[in-house]
């Protein structure tokens, strides 16, 4: 049997939170679905943030809620900002948390108008409260590879070792690294690898890369060579990149499946409805899918 | 100093020969110098293929005098199919020759119509008759990690390093190993060059990666990881796959610069005015760059 790779989606969350147009609560009900009818088992669903921060997420509680009473199986996750988010979130059954940080001072002021020391407080507070639930935590370290304001500095990776060093003593389950302008080079995702497997069980790591550069595949091959087995995408490539208008952000699932399953790993993913899942929601929003495989494969039914 | 990498740039030949409506003459002229302003020295013109083949290219001629006429300064190559074909570009002073073949019967058969063994053969007569010139030759290997008809087939490692062994015994100075259909991944791309070193100067190979499954900066990584200091690429990525409709085709040169410079390696390429070298082109189609970083960098006059 062949080595599984995990997939962690993350469409309706990051793929879909910068659109400005509004997509009907059903619209992403059926999107989850989907999703999880093409073999995909782990969801982020939708994020707790404050409604004003973030409009299209808005409708979280019900989204939730709606997976809860349809008897949806999976692992859901909600990002969650602080305990009143929290709170939101267990009571909508969100079955999976997720915190959220990032190793750039700057962008952390300008994303979320906090010092990362602000934030990692915030994520202290959650954690206390989780844990009383049991429900699994990911955390999320954004900036790992540069920051759309600092660029790439010298101290980052280890900001990065601290903040993840943190988050583990304070009970997160598995950390998402996240290259949120897409600037990483395989030098970089090695170096970092190698610091995190001195400390750390690799399988307590997922890295979450953008293609707004193209080179979201090479960082994949690259953390695969050196121990990594969970990776976080959008389907269809879902979701821009906010810092540079016109470019695409999140690495899509197809070209992440494609890749992996030609590698020789199992994903227990449907290539053909992977591509499909999301279908719907670009219709809807007038674009067309950023993934190069999703074009590629054509509508043929074989594999 | 860093070191350098060499760029192949193929946009005007590999680039538009697909490429349905007629691009004027003065328009190609205009974009090989808009190429050579960008810092890019090496580039393939034009084929001298059937005209009824490629009607596209059928001004090569004309295309290779006004480039010389004008004295532009660089290595132009022509794609060379007999020894008629080098005929005329010895007439329209085509400084490099590009001869090519493939590792896979079936797509030799689809693509020249003849086998190996036939294409091999009218190469060694082009070979024959370059040698008088003491023009450099290059060498086309396609469909080295997969063949849109045959797929990934076993023998197919052994037959490029066979082709190559023909083609540098008949004096072709370099080789340019082709993933025509963008479905190589790294465990090939490692493979194959660590089976070449064994017999050649690695110096003599460029690897040609296509980015129709989102692979090809990846496979880049790699290729320099192994070695490899050689790459092919088109300007904005032009070029569609000819063997999966509304599928990209080339690595774009954008793509590949960005990454290079991140790695700290020396191009001699301003990105910028590389981006902008395929601007008329691009309009002239009504299409847009399948460049991600030809969109994501804007349009900032730094660097």
């Not at 004003?52 to 979280?60: C, G, N």
């Not at 507070?125 to 900036?143: D, F, N, P, Q, W």
């Not at 995408?233 to 070209?255: F, I, V």
């Not at 053909?272 to 039914?301: Q, R």
């Amino acid at each position: 049997m062949s080595e599984k790779i995990q997939i962690i989606e993350v469409g309706p969350r990051d793929g879909l939170q910068n659109e400005k147009k509004p997509i009907p609560l059903g619209m992403k009900y059926r999107f989850v679905e989907n999703l999880l009818g093409a073999g995909i088992d782990n969801i982020e669903v939708s994020s707790f943030v404050r409604a004003d921060r973030i409009p299209q997420l808005s409708d979280a509680a019900e989204l939730f809620q709606m997976i809860y009473n349809n008897k949806l199986a999976g692992n859901f996750s909600a990002l969650i900002p602080n305990v009143k988010g929290l709170n939101r979130a267990i009571e909508c059954r969100a079955n999976r948390f997720a915190v959220f940080t990032a190793s750039s001072e700057t962008f952390n002021k300008k994303n979320i108008n906090s010092t990362i020391e602000e934030s990692l407080h915030l994520i202290g507070e959650v954690l206390a409260e989780a844990k009383k639930t049991s429900t699994s935590v990911r955390g999320y370290v954004s900036t790992a590879f540069g920051c759309p304001y600092e660029g790439k500095t010298k101290g980052n990776e280890d900001k990065v070792i601290e903040i993840c060093e943190k988050l583990f003593d304070w009970g997160v389950d598995e950390i998402s690294i996240g290259d949120t302008i897409g600037v990483g080079n395989p030098n970089q995702v090695k170096s970092l690898i190698k610091r995190l497997e001195k400390k750390w069980d690799l399988s307590r790591f997922a890295m979450h890369f953008h293609d707004t550069y193209s080179r979201a595949l090479g960082n994949v091959m690259t953390s695969i060579e050196y121990g990594i087995r969970k990776f976080d995408s959008s389907a269809g490539g879902l979701g821009g990149c906010p810092y540079a208008h016109g470019a695409t952000g999140n690495l899509a699932t197809e070209d992440l499946v494609h890749l992996l399953h030609d590698l020789g790993f199992e994903t227990g993913v449907d290539l053909y409805k992977l591509k499909n899942s999301s279908s719907e929601i670009f219709e809807f929003l007038g674009k067309t899918s950023s993934s190069k495989v999703h074009h590629a494969i054509g509508d043929s039914c074989g594999k």
